[in-house]
């Protein structure tokens, strides 16, 4: 069983950055999943915003384009979410996943709060 827990949220004023970390326990093998960053907005669905694959490449919501940048450190068994140039529509609820062929694994997430 993989768990996940997200750090990095807070609240910070439109224009500025935080960079949220995932870091994964329960697992020897973290650099098989695709890890990925997720955001929950009230009255809105949940989105994706970024993945990275356990292969390296990444993928972007186009919203988050060249604002927002997704790495791993699989030594760390860690992903982070660099945010820059954060909107007060970035506001929401951020939450990491880990994913292998059927299995998937949910962190509890991180507020992050834009204001503007």
Not at 83 to 104: G, H, P, Q, W
Request: a positive charge; one cysteine or more.
């Amino acid at each position: 069983q993989v768990q996940l827990v997200e750090s990095g949220g807070g609240l910070v004023q439109a224009g500025g950055s935080l960079r949220l970390s995932c870091a994964a326990s329960g697992t020897s093998s973290f650099s098989i999943y695709d890890m990925g960053w997720y955001r929950h907005a009230p009255g809105k669905q949940r989105e994706l915003v970024a993945v990275i694959t356990s292969g390296g490449t990444t993928n972007y919501a186009d919203s988050v384009k060249g604002r927002f940048s997704i790495s791993r450190d699989n030594a760390q068994k860690t992903v982070f979410l660099q945010m820059n140039s954060l909107k007060s529509e970035d506001t929401a609820v951020y939450y990491c996943k880990a994913r292998f062929i059927t299995r998937e694994y949910w962190g509890q997430g991180t507020q992050v709060t834009v204001s503007s």
